[in-house]
């Protein structure tokens, strides 16, 4: 597979590891900002092929992780609203709230559909019109545009029966609130390939500019990422820290411009609740007036019934995980109460967090 | 969710285009690449063309990891 | 002048009446018939003797018709290769259908000639059957349970319990085609894969693996939860470690590009047409030799060993290097995949 199988050559892997490791003379500590990479970097065994003196640590970057437990409740109230057709990406589904899932809501009767693309959630609403189809709206700016897309396409219809529950959240905001509470001291970011290929580069001056700290953009790759972290280990070894994009064949300093047209003609920033650290100012996306008969904030919450107290996994610890001051392992529920089969919280359940990358991809 | 993942564009027919990777095909929007041609890759996530693969540039990179290569021997 | 109302399955199909009879006589007895089916009494009566095998399955495949094959097929070959894996030679097969009412008869009689022609393949009899049908809605178009009867020869003695250290480990051919091929059917993916599935009986296969060594500790075909699934079930019956090498898994690129595509990882996607069997060292490279001859085993591969390091556990030497703990599926990858 083109732009893949490059970058996944073992014998130049080794080599570059290996130069790492001359290079690596101090102990640094890393974070990635992508569930993305976090997968990847589990996916690929890339801890065991660089030095201990690299600690790397997960960050808010997965989706459904961040989404706090009071959202995931609120659509799991709205699939049992009457008429109701939940169309969403499929990580969520298997999520626990305070007292259900969207699973169970589907087995309890409500019509929950998974699809791959907003696309699909636009075909459901034009062949179900006596229904309101409501997306799910999970992700961040690599995701975000295309949620853009389909309501400009909504509108250029005059589809009536479509909306979406925005619960898109931006990147740069949350590295700012992290990097502000100190919690974990940071010398470098692995930054997220996809999302910057969105929103292109300079959103992260302010983290070498404010805070000194390195960030280098990466691919998903073995390469890609070796290469990140070899350009990380020379910036923060020589006490010069910028921004840096090691995935050029995707990301531009200036981003996708078209994209981010797109994404200010639907929405607004606005705060966000993120789940471990709870509510930051100007980190996510809502719809704006503009496009305000497509919100499903808007034309439904008034129709839920009032909200029942918000109820957190006990003992789980994806706050923390996703704060990077925990590992996975420092969870006493990880993989013994915790598992796949039955997660406790969504950093077990989603495809890009950072206990279920820990558990499916143990190392030896 | 899925990563985003390097697809080649087949045709093109208004804001859909008809994508390929090793044989299999998959219908895209390209809504957010407006710009693209026939021929060029394109980076699909959740049904959407979110960027174009720049060929120099990913060229560029292979070169600058095989001369990182070259120089680890040395060590 | 043909009615409309014929040309689908109705209630009374189900009922036990004469359009049941009909039924049976027209779509199902033409091309199944054998001398036992041809009695239609209550029970099949047949001389067996020496070990029996038995299994049952059945199959709620969504789509029913899939690039490669269908539901039919699907039945047939399932429940021929749960015997051969025992080692047993395939005998009989029951034939039970569930359908819903206005199931289509064409439909339906392209799944029996599916049927019929994997049975010939296989060389068994479909000696006793059923067929109910339910109100709209009631079943999602059609549903089958195949149970099946086969001989265990003397001296075979094939279990998940049976592996052992300094085994090897062959793999009969590329992992993940039926899956993919499923998925690519499934609603709102708008993709097409260069694949079909591998749907197909084994049975001659294992007779062949059988001639080649009589130290066969264990086979099983990697159905749903795929071939890491099937590698961690005979890691814990036989207590003991599996350690595989990626690079050694056979896998088409339409595979590997679809998976990407989806996020699903290969070595967890089902095969219908596929089995892993651990071996006796010494006899490894002639089983391998006589898999390869059979159309079915043509790209079969030694693919890793069994260990008495990491008991219970699968370990997998990854591409590049570093090796990783590879698990059975948890939760959902496709739901309902055969």
């Known amino acids: 597979m083109k732009f893949i199988d490059e970058y996944q050559n073992s014998e130049l892997a080794r080599k570059l590891a290996q130069r790492i490791a ?30 201990q003196t690299i600690e790397m640590r997960s960050g808010p970057g997965c989706p459904v992780c961040v989404t706090a437990t009071a959202d995931l409740d609120k659509a799991i109230a709205l699939a049992h609203l009457p008429g109701i057709i939940i169309t969403t990406f499929g990580d969520i589904v298997r999520v626990p709230g305070s007292y259900s899932s969207l699973q169970q809501a589907k087995a309890q009767g409500a019509d929950i559909r998974i699809v791959y693309s907003t696309m699909d959630a636009v075909e459901i609403a034009r062949e179900n019109t006596e229904n309101s189809v409501i997306f799910i709206g999970i992700g961040f700016e690599t995701t975000a545009p295309t949620i853009a897309a389909s309501l400009i396409k909504a509108q250029q219809e005059d589809i009536q029966n479509f909306y979406v529950l925005s619960l898109l959240k931006l990147t740069p905001p949350v590295m700012k609130a992290l990097l502000d509470l100190g919690e974990v001291k940071l010398d470098g970011i692995i930054g997220p390939g996809h999302v910057s290929v969105i929103i292109g580069s300079h959103p992260y001056n302010f983290i070498s500019a404010d805070y000194g700290v ?52 639907v929405f607004a920033i606005d705060a966000a609740n993120w789940r471990g650290i709870g509510i ?24 839920l019934p009032p909200d029942m107290p918000v109820r957190e996994p006990k003992g789980c610890r994806c706050g923390d995980i996703l704060r990077g001051v925990a590992l996975p392992g420092d969870c006493k529920l990880f993989g013994t109460v915790c598992t796949p089969e039955r997660p406790v919280g969504p950093c077990m359940v989603s495809s890009e967090g950072a206990c279920a990358a820990y558990y499916q991809y143990q190392s030896v | 969710m899925c990563l ?63 001369e990182i290569a070259s120089l680890s021997e040395v060590h | ?43 099949a009566i047949f001389e067996a003797s020496g070990r029996l095998a038995f299994t049952t399955d059945s199959y709620v495949v969504n789509p029913i018709f899939f690039p490669g094959g269908d539901i039919g097929k699907l039945a047939i070959c399932g429940t021929v290769n749960d015997l051969a894996m025992s080692g047993a030679k395939p005998l009989y097969l029951s034939l039970s259908a569930i359908i819903e009412e206005g199931f289509p008869l064409s439909e339906l009689e392209q799944i029996i000639k599916s049927i019929k022609a994997a049975a010939e393949e296989a060389e068994v009899n479909i000696v006793a059957g059923d067929t109910k049908v339910v109100n709209q809605k009631q079943a999602d178009k059609l549903f089958i349970n195949t149970s099946g009867i086969g ?148 790209d079969a591969s030694i693919i890793g060993e069994v260990t008495n390091d990491y008991p219970g556990k699968v370990i997998m030497k990854t591409r590049l290097g570093p090796s990783r703990i590879v698990d059975m599926l948890s939760g959902e990858l496709l739901p309902r995949i055969c």
């Open chain 1, 22 to 51: 001359t290079h690596s003379t101090r102990p640094i500590s890393l974070m990635e900002f992508c569930g993305g990479h976090t997968h990847a970097i589990m996916r690929y065994g890339i801890r065991q092929l660089v030095p």
């Open chain 1, 214 to 265: 390195a960030c280098v953009i990466s691919g998903f790759e073995p390469l890609d990422i070796l290469l990140c972290l070899d350009k990380l280990v020379e910036q923060i070894q020589t006490g010069q820290p910028q921004v840096e994009i090691a995935y050029p064949r995707g990301v531009k300093p200036e981003g996708n411009t078209k994209a981010l047209e797109l994404m200010n003609e």
């Open chain 1, 280 to 303: 930051v100012s100007q980190s996510g996306l809502k719809i704006n007036d503009k496009y305000h008969q497509f919100d499903a904030e808007q034309a439904f919450s008034h129709l």
């Open chain 2, 4 to 66: 985003a993942i390097p697809v080649r564009v087949v045709s093109i027919e208004g804001d859909e285009a008809e994508t390929e990777i090793a044989g299999v095909r998959r219908r895209v929007s390209i809504m957010l690449t407006p710009q693209v041609n026939v021929g060029n890759y394109v980076l699909l996530h959740t049904g959407y063309a979110i960027g174009i693969v720049d060929e120099a540039e990913a060229k560029e990179t292979l070169k600058l990891l095989e």
């Open chain 3, 1 to 43: 002048m043909k009615d409309a109302m014929t040309d689908t399955i109705l209630l009374a199909h189900g009922s036990g009446g004469k359009l049941s009879h009909e039924l049976v006589q027209s779509k199902f007895l033409p091309f199944l018939a054998n001398p036992i089916l041809d009695k239609l009494d209550d029970s």
């Open chain 3, 151 to 298: 001989i265990v020869p003397d001296g075979v003695d094939i279990s998940g319990a049976n592996a052992k250290a300094g085994d090897k480990v062959i793999l009969s051919g590329t992992i993940g085609d039926h899956g993919i091929a499923i998925m690519s059917q499934r609603e709102g993916l708008r993709f097409s894969v260069p694949v079909e599935s591998d749907c197909a009986p084994l049975n001659k296969l294992v007779a062949q693996m059988l001639e080649a060594s009589s130290r066969i500790h264990c086979l099983r075909d990697p159905t749903r939860g795929g071939l890491a699934t099937t590698l961690s079930e005979f890691a814990r019956q036989s207590n003991v470690g599996i350690v595989i090498q990626e690079d050694k898994i056979p896998i088409k690129e339409g595979v590997r590009a679809a998976c990407e595509l989806l996020g699903f990882d290969p070595i967890h996607v089902a095969n219908e047409g596929k089995l892993v069997a651990i071996v006796e060292p010494s006899d490894a490279d002639n089983v391998l030799a006589q898999m390869r001859q059979n159309h079915y085993g043509r």
